[in-house]
């Protein structure tokens, strides 16, 4: 039972991983107008994006 629910953490974790990234890219043209922001923020929203996986990256070492 524990092994099954580690692997459905670990399963969710993978997938969250790559989701960011593609729904930024699909979701953005839409969502632009609607939070009355031009279009090119959506290079900040993908530089946050990626500074949070760096800095995951780096601290997780002392989680585990």
Same mark, same amino acid.
């Given at each position: 039972?524990?092994?099954?629910?580690?692997? @459905? @953490? @670990? #399963?969710?974790?993978? &997938?969250?991983?790559?989701?960011?990234? =593609? !729904? !930024?890219? =699909?979701?953005?043209? =839409?969502? #632009?107008?609607?939070?009355?922001?031009? !279009?090119? #923020?959506?290079?900040?929203?993908?530089? &946050? &994006?990626?500074?949070?996986?760096?800095?995951?990256?780096?601290?997780?070492?002392? &989680?585990?």
């Amino acid at each position: 039972m524990v092994a099954l629910l580690l692997l @459905i @953490i @670990i #399963y969710l974790s993978f &997938i969250s991983l790559g989701l960011p990234d =593609s !729904l !930024l890219g =699909s979701a953005w043209p =839409s969502m #632009y107008s609607s939070l009355n922001v031009p !279009l090119h #923020y959506a290079g900040f929203v993908s530089m &946050i &994006i990626a500074g949070g996986t760096v800095v995951s990256s780096i601290l997780s070492e002392k &989680i585990t």
